[in-house]
Every structure is written in C-alpha cells, then in structure tokens.
C-alpha cells in the first residue's frame, strides 16, 4: 500500500466501502427472503438465486418495452419495475410452493435437491427467452452520475439509491414480521407447528404466503442487482453461495445477525478487492468466516432462548 | 355438543384407542381419569387432529370433524390446552393469546379475558418462557379461549403445578362454565381436581373406557383403586 498517499487512502476505503454497501444491500435483500423461508420452514431453497434473476430480468424486461412503446416514460419505468419484480418472483414463488416444495417437508435433503433442480429449470428458461448474453437495463438518468464530496471522492448515485432501497425492504420485513398478524402467524408456526395448527392457525397458507415473500424480496433484490451489474442466465447463481454464507454467519434466525454478517461479509470482499484480486478477496473472507464459524458455530447472533 | 363413535386411534400398526363412544352435552364438565400411557393424551391429540383417526368419527355440534385439519377444527368450535401447556416461549404474553384470535377474525383481546386471568393482563408484555408454570397454564387456557369454542380440551391441567395454583385452575374453570355455553373435557389424574370441576367422570384403561359415573355416584375408593399403579 506503501504508493498511495494517505488522503488517497482515505478516498479509496471511502469508495471501495460504498461499493461494499452495493454489494451489502443486494446480499443483505436475498439474504433476508432466504432467512425467513428457512426460518418459517426449514427449507433451503437453492434456487432463490434464480429469483433474483426473474426480478433482474423483469426489470430488463420492462426497461426495453418503455424505451420502444412509452419513450417519455422513462425516467419512472424503474420504480413499476421495482414492484413488477416483486410480485413477478412472488407469484412464481408461490407456484413453486404449491406444485413442488410442499409435498417435500418432511424431507430436506430432497427439498435441497428439488430447489436445485428448480433452480437448473430456472436458468434455461432464462436462457431460451432472454439468450445466453448478459444484458442490462437502461437505467434512467437520475441514476446515473456520482455525487462527489471531495475531489477525490466519487460516489455513485446508483448505489446510493439501492441503499435506501434496502432500508425501506428491511425496514418493511421486520414490521411485517414483528408488528402484523401474518407476522404473529409465521413467528407462532416457526416456534411450534403443530400447536401453531391447534390454536387455528392455517400453517400450510402461512408456509406459502411466507415463501412468496421471501422470493419477492429476491425479486427486488434482482431489481436493485441491475442498476450494478448486468443479468446472465447464470447471474443468481453466483450470488447464492454469498447469500449462504451471509445467512449461516449471520445466525440462521436472526435478523440482526443477517444485517450484520451481510455488512462485514460485503465490506470485507469489497475492500480487499481493490489491492489483491477478486478471487483472493473471497478466499481471505471465506478463511476468516470459517474460523469465526469453528469457535461460535450457532452464528454471529443465535437467538438466545431456553430450548 | 361432542359425539365421539367408534373411535380408534393407532400409531404405525398398532392400535392404542379401540373404539371408544361417548358424547358430552353442552354446560357439562367430563373428567376422563386414568394412569400414565392408558390413552389420554393420544385420545386428546386425535380429537384436536394431530393425530389422525383410523377409524371411527368426532362431531361438532353435528358437523363431522373427523377428516379435519387442526386449525380447520378450531374453527368448528374446538379448543385444546395441551399436556406441557405449549405455550410460545418466544412471543409475549399478549401475543400467545392473539394466537388463539386467528378464527374469530377479531384484532383485540376481549376484555372478558383479562378479567378472568388478571394475572395475564399484569404479564401481557413478557415473553411466555419467563412465566412460572401456572401462569403458562393459564396462559394456555386463555390462548384456547379466545377462540369462543364449543369444545374445550384440557389434557392434564394440573401436571407440574402446585397444590394452591391447582384449586385456582380448577375455580376458573367453573367460572368459565358458568360465563359460557361450553362443554369441557379434561384428562386428570388428580381426583380432589376432578371432583372439583367435574360432572362426570370416565376411567380409561389401554385404550377402553373401563368405568364411567356422574359426580354424584363417584366411590372415590373405587376410582383411586384405579388410578393407582
């Protein structure tokens, strides 16, 4: 490090720690479908990667039929394409539920190899529709630029936009999840299912309103993905194994753990990235996670609770 | 209000309830007694639906419950307090309760509620584990009755609770049959408990109900001849 000045430090842990908050809010936002579909059922749904993508590509989608048929719309197809990823990635989670994961409870090793094939379904699909390219939307032009502080100082407006984004989702999840009736529901089935059942709670409804959700807030995740990087048919995929280990470190039902782990993870890689490659960045955190893991292997943040 | 026909009950292949009928009518209380693994929590469970039946048929109020969902049964009007209580250790005390709320449609704990539990209305913020085991036994009654059902299911009350708690269960469940057109039934193995709240009682032995006599017949010898091991 010894070639930069210090006030260039500054400026590229300042920068480098701003893409790490891009690459935070869209970890963070999988990480948080993921935690509560694992919370509520146990299921770990390899293919929630993939609704990711059915959210980047919806936006993708939305974004080439404005700039042909509603060029004026423009500036605002962005915030529809937001909601339309949403409930796109909801509904086909939500027929995912019904048609395949449900029978597969009782099983988890199967339900791990079904969301994997799902998610393998998934990805030709994108790739008959879309082409195997990688592509990506217009983005509109209040996202594009950089707010600059100091001279040396960029931070893109893109970034900034997915992180409030972010704020709002999470924001949103834990209201829903601490403050609404369905909230009340998901929190009584994930203690104690059967019970759950004999106070009157509906679990399967629950199970699959909650897996929706959680493949919603992928979709959005997906959304927020294009305004950094553009979609492949592959793109949920390499995203996964991040989520994973942001949801296993984080402490599987915590959703503080989950924000935690997703800023030290995202920060640590970003970071690193700029003085040694990419691949080396992911070997120092993984190396680091794995001896965290060894000596508190419940997570950052295990709730506590008499069991 | 219950009816209960033929009913048996069996893990894997073997039978453990064989075929038992009866029935409660409504503003009756119906103990049924009996020792360790004779039956009555399994009876219980398949009454609630956790357990399925194998043969036979449970109504409500006329309606046929037997291929029912849980949830589906509350809403036809059965309420259960399970055997350990169950409550959510991890939700608050108001929140436990709001559980039960679910088939009724309502938002807000009726005030009846606390007036009959005031101790829950004292504890309504405190997670439900940190409460001592008659207060979770009251929770767990109060959870059930929210729901305003027909039938309610008490699978030994009294388990683990000591002796002035108990008269106080056994005093709010007459309270309760008196505020509501409600049939209880509740599995017991402590006698001074069931002659306290009881109309009738029923002694289940392996699955068969062996004995059966209204309150004011009981020989209390003969019942605990029965109840010892």
């Known amino acids: ?307 | 209000m219950l009816d209960v026909s033929g009913l048996k009950v069996c893990y894997g292949q073997s039978e453990v309830i064989h075929g038992l009928d009866f029935s409660v009518p409504k503003n009756q209380t119906l103990a049924i007694m009996g020792r360790n693994g004779m039956g009555k929590t399994t009876l219980f469970k398949s009454l609630i639906g956790l357990l399925g039946a194998s043969d036979g048929s449970i109504k409500v109020d006329n309606i046929d419950v037997t291929n029912m969902q849980s949830h589906e049964r509350v809403e036809n009007g059965i309420a259960y307090v399970p055997q350990g209580r169950m409550i959510f250790s991890n939700l608050t005390v108001k929140e436990n309760i709001e559980t039960g709320l679910e088939v009724t449609g309502q938002k807000k704990i009726p005030d009846d509620i606390y007036s009959i539990f005031p101790v829950l209305h004292e504890m309504r913020n405190r997670k439900g584990g940190n409460l001592s085991g008659g207060q979770q036994q009251q929770l767990a009654i109060a959870r059930a009755l929210v729901s305003n059902p027909k039938v309610l299911l008490l699978d030994e009350p009294t388990e683990g609770i000591q002796p002035s708690i108990i008269k106080d269960i056994a005093r709010i469940l007459n309270e309760i049959k008196a505020m509501r057109d409600i049939t209880i039934i509740v599995s017991e193995q402590v006698l001074s408990f069931t002659m306290a709240i009881a109309d009738r009682i029923i002694v289940i032995d392996k699955g068969n109900f062996i004995h059966e006599d209204p309150i004011e017949n009981i020989d209390t010898q003969t019942i605990k001849k029965y109840l010892s091991v």
């Open chain 1, 1 to 307: 490090m010894g070639e930069y000045t210090l006030n260039e430090l500054g400026s590229i842990f300042a920068m480098q720690g701003f893409a790490g908050i891009s690459l935070f809010s869209v970890l963070l936002l999988m990480a948080l479908g993921l935690a509560i579909i694992f919370g509520q059922m146990g299921v770990i749904n390899m293919a929630h990667g993939e609704f990711m993508a059915v959210g980047a590509y919806v936006t993708y989608f939305l974004s080439s039929m404005t700039e042909t048929y509603l060029p004026g719309f423009m500036p605002y197809y962005f915030l529809f394409a937001i909601v339309a990823a949403f409930f796109v990635a909801a509904i086909i989670g939500y027929f995912a539920e019904y048609a395949l994961i449900r029978h597969l409870y009782k099983r988890p090793l199967d339900t791990l190899l079904a969301t994997w094939g799902l998610s393998l379904i998934m990805q030709q699909c994108f790739r008959s529709i879309f082409g195997a390219r990688e592509v990506s939307p217009t983005l509109p032009e209040w996202l594009l630029g950089s707010y600059q502080p100091t001279e040396n100082i960029h931070i893109p407006l893109n970034g900034m936009f997915v992180l409030a984004l972010t704020f709002f989702v999470t924001a949103g999840v834990f209201y829903l999840l601490f403050k609404s009736r369905w909230g009340l529901r998901v929190r009584a089935t994930t203690q104690n299912r059967q019970m759950s059942g004999a106070v009157g709670i509906n679990t399967k409804k629950v199970d699959r309103y909650t897996f929706a959700l959680g493949c919603g807030i992928a979709g959005i995740a997906g959304a927020a993905f294009t305004t950094i990087a553009s979609t492949g048919p592959t793109t949920g995929s390499l995203y996964i194994v991040d989520t994973f280990m942001v949801v296993v470190f984080g402490g599987a039902a915590s959703l503080f753990g989950t924000i935690a782990s997703a800023f030290s993870i995202a920060q640590a890689q970003s970071i690193l990235e700029f003085f040694i490659s990419g691949s080396m960045a992911k070997v120092y955190t993984l190396l680091v996670l794995v001896l965290i893991l060894m000596f508190k292997p419940e997570g950052l943040f295990a709730s506590k609770v008499r069991r």
